[in-house]
């Protein structure tokens, strides 16, 4: 099966929270209200949403960051400096946990690509519904569109290698889903679940992120080790018990071979090679051009 080893991710997770404080702060200022008195980001990964919905807020409103995870929370706490209260609960134990952590009822939920760890996943947007208070909002970052950094030629391997990344990942995803306690299939959109939450006003915003060539130097470096992050996810070696070796995630082979054909992981080794002739971070021509997705309801008056 697959696990992830939350506590192995926390530093990347705090890593993304502080490269994507452009994109949390744009959104959350799009979201909050000046008459909110609570807001809560659960799965707070590094706190970037959460230290953002603080900025965004009025002074004396209540900001809550909620994980499952003590490590990615401890991350949160110091990323977040104070600014917000940092709760230890989980989604797969229903909303009680929750409510008990948030103390009141909340006027914002934000959960991103979160709720898909959730074995039940309406299950786990029927529980955040729940902690909402009259006129309260649930938004959920999920989905989107892949993101695109790299040309299509690249002279190493064949053209497409982005693409054929994307597609291996997407492949891991449902199996990490099957791999999940109690999981179960949710054949709908992120809409169709908010409104059988019993939200209403159901709408989704699409935010499209772009920064072009040449990247800064921390960009570019950031970018080169998310796709290195995400070749060694496709490409761990499986221990006797079937987890993988030092990268926090199980690894199982699909039905038909590995994730990744070997002519790519071959391109993805000279890429990713430092020393090498091809490394991305010698590249001046890569970029930055994501559309993410937030589904938004709104709680009964």
């Known amino acids: 099966m697959i696990e992830i080893d939350w506590a192995g991710e926390a530093g990347r997770l705090r890593t993304a929270a502080e490269s994507e404080s452009d994109w949390n702060r744009t959104v959350a200022t ?56 940092c709760e230890l609960a989980s989604m797969d134990d229903g909303a009680e946990p929750l409510r008990k952590a948030i103390d009141a009822p909340a006027d914002l939920i934000w959960a991103s690509a979160s709720v898909h760890h959730a074995g039940d996943q309406q299950a786990a947007v029927d529980a955040l519904a729940s902690l909402l208070a009259p006129g309260g909002r649930l938004a959920l970052a999920e989905g989107g569109l892949p993101a695109r950094s790299l040309p299509w030629n690249l002279g190493v391997g064949e053209p497409g290698l982005e693409l054929r990344l994307d597609l291996a990942q997407d492949r891991w995803f449902k199996v990490m889903r099957d791999s999940l306690p109690g999981s179960v299939p949710m054949p709908y959109g992120w ?83 430092p020393a090498g002739p091809h490394y991305l971070g010698h590249r001046t021509d890569l970029a930055v051009l994501s559309v993410r997705s937030v589904h938004l309801g709104h709680a009964p008056r």
């Open 191 to 273: 809409t169709e679940a908010l409104t059988r939450a019993g939200l209403s006003d159901v709408t989704t915003r699409s935010i499209l992120s772009e920064t072009p060539p040449p990247l800064s130097p921390d960009r570019l470096e950031h970018l080169v080790s998310a796709f290195r992050f995400r070749v060694d996810r496709l490409t761990a070696e499986p221990a006797e018990d079937g987890h993988s070796h030092g990268h926090g995630h199980g690894h199982l082979v699909p039905a038909d071979g590995e994730w990744l054909s070997a002519d790519d992981v071959a391109a993805w080794k000279q890429l990713l090679d």
């Open 30 to 85: 799009s979201l909050v209200r000046d008459s909110d008195k609570v807001a809560v980001d659960v799965g707070c990964g590094g706190g970037g949403m959460a230290k953002a919905l603080a900025e965004a807020l009025p002074a004396g409103t209540t900001v809550v960051a909620i994980d499952a995870d003590p490590d990615v929370l401890d991350q949160a706490r110091q990323h977040t400096a104070g600014a917000v209260r």
